[in-house]
Structure formats: C-alpha cells, structure tokens
C-alpha cells in the first residue's frame, strides 16, 4: 500500500547530495570538508503521509527552511575538531533519543550548531561552513526539496482517503488538536526508521476485515491490541464512512474499543475509541490483535460471547463457533440460539456515547 501510494504520488526525493569543501589548515595546508546531505527523513514522512499518518506534520512544512530539520549530515571527510564535536552531540543526545544516532551523522540543526561568527575568531571550520550554508547551493537544495514537499501535499489534497481527508480539514479550519502544541509536531526518523504504518498482518487478512466491517449486523467493534495500524485505520475508516452515510456525530454508528494505551492517530482523524490498558467494551466484530491470554480461552468463557471474532492466528476449533479458515486470518461465527446481540449492541452504543460526552 505504501509503495502503491507513493508511485502514484510520482513524487521522488535524492537520497544523499554531496558538499565538498576545504579548509585552510593550520600549515596553510587546505584540510578536506566533504559531507553527505541525506534525505530519507523526508521520504519516510512522505511515506507516512500517504498512510494517513504524521499528515499534520507534512501540513506544517511550509517554508523552504521548514525542510532543514529532516536532513541529516553524514561526515564522509571533515577536519578533526568537527569529527569530535560531532561525537561529544551524539553521546549527549543518547539519553534523550529511542536509539543512538548512527556513527558520524547527525540532524542538519544539530550540525549547524557547531559554527558560528566570531570577528576575527571566526575558525577556519566555521568559515568554511557557514559561507557554503548562507550560499546559492544551499537555497536551491532548499527550494528542491520544499517543492518536492509541495507535491506530496498536493497529492493529500487530492487522496480519496477518508482519514487523510478528515486529518486535513482539520488543519484548514484550525481546529486540529495540535494546532493547540506550542510548537508544531516534528519526529526524528533516523536512517534505520520503522514506520508503524508497516502492516503486520496479510493484505488478505486486512481484506477480509473490511469485508466483515460492511456486514449490517456489525454494530460496534472491540480491538484487542494495538499493533497492526493497518487494521485500526481501516475501522476507523469504517467508522467515518458510517457516519457520513447516517449524518450522526463519529462513533455513534459503529463505538469502538481498543487494547491500547495511546494511539495519536484517533484524534487527528477525528475518529472517536475508548481506550483500555485491560478488558473491552463489547463488540459484534472483535478483532483479536494481542493479548497474554489466548483468544480460545476467552471465548470459551459463558460471559464472553461475541458475534464475530477474527484472529491472525489458528485458535483451533471452539465449541458453539463456526469456524472459517482463510488465506492468513481464522474467523469464529457464534451460531449458539438464545442470545439476543441487537440489544447488547444497542446498550453497548448508549454506554459509548455517555461515555464520550463525559
């Protein structure tokens, strides 16, 4: 999905440029200063966009210098007080980052830092670099890239994705929940970057959910974990498109609970889920992503009854469920008599809209 989406967008960034400077040195010797500019911070948030994810970041990109913070620079042969400076930045920011930043590179901004004006104590280093930084070349690489940036926006624009769609009036009117951050949200992706958007589970088994998601007597939805992004996002797509067909408020017509501490993604779509560290809400559908106890125990529960479960991993048979075994996904169906699921559905829905009004 992310490839498809992104050839689509026709929209290609130079994965590295090369600067290559020199120095006078302290002999009157001129010192090597070449360095790699690399870019895949902003391919990877291109990526993520067309997944409806870090949209409101791409949004906020909006100057050619708003692209300097995604670019990083690799020393390929830089004088030796800057190879030092550039190891003390990386042990100091260890602490703070979820990984070390790779061996000789560096975020753009933290290298800039290193140089600076000083009169007549200006370094060589500093001269050097900072004459190239304020130059032509540097603008026009700006000027690139933010216009290779544009074009993924556009490309957002024109998506047919409801979750893009609904992220991004948001941001037009202002009322996005990060337009209230003091400061515009910005990730780090290093070059070894995982997107979460990598989905976990097969295209057949996000296929087969959609399909049981456009099933009338899915009334509510209960996710058990939130590992797979694929499988959230295309509930909550779910749920947007119910709620356009309906004209009532989001959630109203398909309340979902999820196995998940924090998901950010639910209120920039404007999508509506109760969130819980255990247990669930009832569902109709539920979506067994993860959990220490095994989803066949659960059902094998007289107070766990579902209409639906659909799991990525063979549960084995379980008395009073029908079960269906597809390409990458195990479906149980409850075919047990006596059990009225319109009204627990139905309570289930009262209970989620008090619940979000609180």
Known sequence: MVANGYLNANITITNTMQIDLECDGSLGNRVPFRVELQTHALEALIADAIEAYRVYEMMMIRRPGDVWKYLWVKAVEVPDSVTKQMARRRKEAYPYADCPWPDACLPLTEFDKFFYWGWDDTSRESFCWLTERGGLRFKEIGDELFGRMRQAQAWLRNSSDLLIKSELAFVDTSAHPYDYHAYPQFMITQPDYTSPTKPVRSATYHDK????????????????????????????????????????????????????????????????????????????????????????????????????????????EIEGFQRTVGEGWFLYEDHQTGFDYTAISERTRLEFICRLSE
């Open 209 to 316: 959910l959609r399909e049981l998601l456009r099933r009338p007597e899915v009334l509510c939805v209960a996710v058990r974990g939130d590992r797979d992004y694929a499988s959230l996002k295309i509930v909550c797509a779910e749920q947007l498109r119910r709620a356009m067909i309906s004209g009532n408020p989001v959630g109203h017509d398909l309340p979902l609970s999820v196995l998940s501490d924090h998901f950010p993604s639910f209120d920039g779509w404007g999508s509506k889920a109760l969130l819980y560290s255990e247990g669930l809400m009832y569902g109709d559908l539920f979506v067994n992503e993860s959990g220490h106890t095994p989803l066949k125990n659960l059902m094998e529960m007289r107070l766990f009854r579902r209409r639906l479960a659909l799991s990525h991993q063979d549960e084995g």
